[in-house]
Nanobody, 123 residues
Framework: QLQLVESGGGLVQPGGSLRLSCAAS????????IGWFRQAPGKEREGVSC???????NYADSVKGRFTISRDNAKNTVYLQINSLKPEDTAVYYC???WGLGMCVMREPYDYWGQGTQVTVSS
């Protein structure tokens, strides 16, 4: 069964950090771009970062300098390090996989999606 599973979310104070993980099972991520998306209550889902199969990266302007995406193909896992968290970063964070060797894009459609992990930034 092809599956993506996110983990690492939680409640954190403003200025804090989290590392989100996206682990794949049932397929190898080697030839997939991975995107991280988030959806805040009452808002549309938005792309925040992506990493191509060749490790080129993109970030939304709102997270540049604070978020870092990386991948460990040996562990079939992609990470999103999020620093200097702000209350407006509160959302459910999803990872998604899209087959291809080109540049990654932070917009749908993607082929496979995880179930999401909640990130709440509050004092």
């Amino acid at each position: 069964q092809l599956q993506l599973v996110e983990s690492g979310g939680g409640l954190v104070q403003p200025g804090g950090s989290l590392r989100l993980s996206c682990a794949a099972s049932g397929f190898t991520l080697d030839y997939y771009a991975i995107g991280w998306f988030r959806q805040a209550p009452g808002k549309e889902r938005e792309g925040v970062s992506c990493i191509s199969s060749r490790r080129s990266t993109n970030y939304a302007d709102s997270v540049k300098g604070r978020f870092t995406i990386s991948r460990d193909n040996a562990k079939n896992t992609v990470y999103l390090q999020i620093n200097s968290l702000k209350p407006e970063d509160t959302a459910v964070y999803y990872c998604a996989a899209r087959w291809g060797l080109g540049m990654c894009v932070m917009r749908e459609p993607y082929d496979y999606w995880g179930q999401g992990t909640q990130v709440t930034v509050s004092s």
